[in-house]
Structure formats: C-alpha cells, structure tokens
C-alpha cells in the first residue's frame, strides 16, 4: 500500500487542480434551458483567446483528441483526397493511419524519430505538386512521443514561399495551453487539441479552431460524417446549445480552467512552462544521459523522453518507478518501446513536484543498475529553480 499523493508525470493526461476539480462537482443542469447559452457563449469565445484566433471559429466535441482529428479531417475534405503529413513519432503516425482509414491519400515524409519535420522536404514536395492536388499538411506541433516541437510558423513560410493552397492542419493536443499557439499568426487552418494536457482537464473533449477558408471546404467536401459535423454543431451553438447532450461536467472544468489559464495570461502560462522544461533538463545533462530529441531547437517545454543506456529496458525503470515510488512515467511508444522513459511537465506542477519526479527517477533508475550519482539530477534541477525563482 503506497501513501501520500500519486506523483502523476506521464505526458497526459496531467494533474488536475483541485480548483477544477471543485468546480465539475456539481449537480447536473438543464442544457436546453435559457440560462444555458450563457456557458457555450463564454467557452467559445475564450477558446479564441486560447487559440489566438479573432477570425475562426472554435468547436466541442465530446471526444479525445483523436475524435478532433477525425473531425478535423471528415469535414473538410473528400474521399480520396491527398494530403502531406511528416511523420516522425507515434503521434504523427497516428494521425496518418486515422487519414488512410478515413480514405484519404497519404503522402507521408518519414523523418528519423527524434527530428521534426523537414521543411526542405515539404517545400519539395510542394514544389512538385505543379496541379495543387495535395489539400492539406498535418503537421504534429509538439510531437509527445519524442519530445520534439517543430515549428509551426517554419511550415506556414514553406506554403507561402511555394505559393501552396494546401490547408495547413496542426495537432496541439500537447502544445496549445502550454507552448506558444498563435493560429491567425501562423495562418493554421485547422488546429486540434484535447483536454487532458495544458488544460489540466480530464479526458473527454476535443477542441478545433477552424479558419474561414477551412469551413468554406467543410461546405464542399463530401466525406461521410456524422456525429463530429461542424455544420450542426456551428448551427446549434450560435444559439448558444449543442445538438446533442454536452458533456456537462467536463464544461464547468473547462469553464474553470479556461479563467484560470487567461487569468495567469498565456505568455506566463509558456514561461512557467519553459522554465519546469529547463529544470528536468538540467537533470538530465546531469545524469549524462541523452534526450530523444536530437537537437536543442526542437526540446519540448511539455514532454521530455530521456534514453537510457543500452543493455537497459526503460520499461522496468517505469514499472519500478510505479510500483515502489509512486510516480508514474511515461513510456516508449512504438520503436521507442524500452529505449526511453518520458517526464510530463504540463499543466498544474510546480518546481518541488517536478523535483520530486526527478528523485523517483534516479531511485528507479539506480534500482536496475544504471550509473548515475544519487541526487545528482535532483540537485542540478534544485539550483536551477532556486536560482530562477519569478521575483515574489
Ligand atoms: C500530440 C498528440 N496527438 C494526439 C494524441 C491523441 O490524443 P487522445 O489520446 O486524446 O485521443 C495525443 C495523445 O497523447 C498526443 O500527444
């Protein structure tokens, strides 16, 4: 039996503040009710704060983030059409697979995992679509599996400079809360997030900011799609409802953390972030191990995958971690599997609990023989945080 608090440090879903916590514990309300708009109409229209977009629309559906990719793409696009998605973890793979079930075309530019995405590679690929037949780039913001962040502005400057009309679609399901998100600025058609991530929320909705033109090929395109429909979800909530029954706790949670994220205001939400990211690095350089991520403009400020030494299995370094500390870490996914661990660093945490992460990880790692000095990664990441602690 294991006492005291759960250390939850897996990339998502994240701590949820007992603030929100409060705030879903609530009888359930009337949706359909004239009190009711009163909520749909504040969400929406903080959500375009979230997403910094004056000229998108925002939508809720009840889903994680993967049903906001299926909705992302059933709207706006038709069977068989073609799209260009790096791929370059198990996220952006994902996300290919769901577009081939879906049926659609799939030009998929593979890159190492541990790099970004290849913006020589997109431009030529874009270069050699003289007939404009690719619609879309899906491009993974803050791709979980690996620790890496791409630039989203980087693609947007590819499209222009090859004077592409391909929609741009970006996943910020670990980025948008987090990192800097600036749709209007980097001209993203559709973004997607969940809430189980930056928004300290538990799993159950998908959020899309969709761009004027996006909608304008939602009107056309022709792909099945049935219950994640922009059209009678756009329709019910300019009314201020839903078509269906909303997800009414998971609304009030959203409502509180959506206050909470805009009251702290979304450029100190990036630095706090930067800074838990800068200490667990700190760590590991003190470790000596290497990251997954294989250049520092691509670190991640919300997920770090650490390499353990080869000979180890990172999956009983985790499994220790569990069963005797109490802290939870993530995994290697797919051809990861064994080679990494990862620490989450998103949402509620602050300086002592990403410490005390840290500690967890060295005992584990220490139990299964790993060389690494006690407290080394502990002390490394303590003086960066004593040292960098926002003037009180
Ligand atoms: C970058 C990214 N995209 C998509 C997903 C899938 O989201 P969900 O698990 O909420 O369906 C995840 C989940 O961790 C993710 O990290």
Not at 6 to 31: K, Q, W
Not at 139 to 168: C, F, I, K
Not at 227 to 251: C, I, K, Q, V, W
Not at 253 to 262: A, C, D, I, Q, V
Request: one cysteine or more; charged letters at 20%; aromatic letters at 8%.
């Amino acid at each position: 039996m294991l006492h005291g608090k759960h250390f939850l440090f897996v990339p998502g879903p994240s701590n949820v503040p007992d603030r929100i916590l409060r705030a879903m514990d609530r009888p359930m309300i009337d949706p359909r009710s004239s009190a009711f708009p009163e909520l749909t109409t504040s969400l929406l229209s903080d959500l375009k704060q979230l997403f910094r977009t004056d000229q998108g629309q925002c939508f809720i559906f009840p889903s994680s983030g993967t049903g906001a990719w299926e909705a992302a793409l059933s709207n706006t696009l038709s069977p068989g059409d073609r799209v260009l998605a790096p791929r370059f973890g198990m996220f952006s793979h994902l996300w290919v697979q769901l577009a081939e079930r879906l049926g659609f075309h799939v030009d998929v530019l593979d890159e190492p995992w541990g790099d970004g995405a290849s913006t020589e590679r997109i431009a030529e690929a874009l270069h050699q679509d003289k007939d404009h037949t690719i619609k879309a780039v899906l491009l993974v913001h803050n791709e979980t599996s690996t620790g890496v962040t791409t630039s989203v502005a980087g693609v947007r400057d590819v499209l222009n400079e090859q004077d592409h009309p391909a929609m741009l679609f970006v996943d910020g399901v670990s980025s948008i809360g987090s990192l800097e998100f600036a749709m209007d600025e980097w001209g993203v058609d559709v973004a997607v997030t969940g809430i189980q991530k930056g928004l300290m929320l538990p799993p159950g909705l998908g959020l899309l900011g969709v761009s004027p033109r996006a909608m304008t090929a939602a009107a056309s395109a022709t792909s099945p799609r049935a219950y994640f429909r922009f059209d009678t979800m756009a329709e019910s909530n300019a009314a201020g409802y839903f078509p269906y029954t909303p997800a009414l706790s998971l609304l009030f949670g959203l409502r509180e953390s959506l206050t909470m994220l805009l009251h702290e205001g979304l450029e100190r939400v990036r630095e706090r972030h930067a800074r838990m990211a800068e200490g667990v690095r700190r760590a590991v350089k003190a470790w000596g191990l290497p990251l997954c991520a294989r250049s520092e403009a691509l670190y991640s400020d919300t997920v770090t995958a650490i390499r353990v030494p080869g000979g180890f299995d990172a999956r009983t370094v985790i499994d220790l971690a569990f069963r005797r500390y109490n802290l939870s870490l993530g995994g290697g996914l797919g051809e990861l599997a064994g080679e990494v661990f990862r620490i989450g660093h998103m949402g509620d945490i602050n300086e002592l609990m990403v410490s005390g992460a840290i500690a967890g990880s060295e005992m584990a790692m220490r139990d299964v023989g790993i060389q690494i000095s006690a407290g080394s990664g502990v002390a490394a990441a303590m003086e960066y945080y004593r040292t960098t602690s926002p003037a009180t």
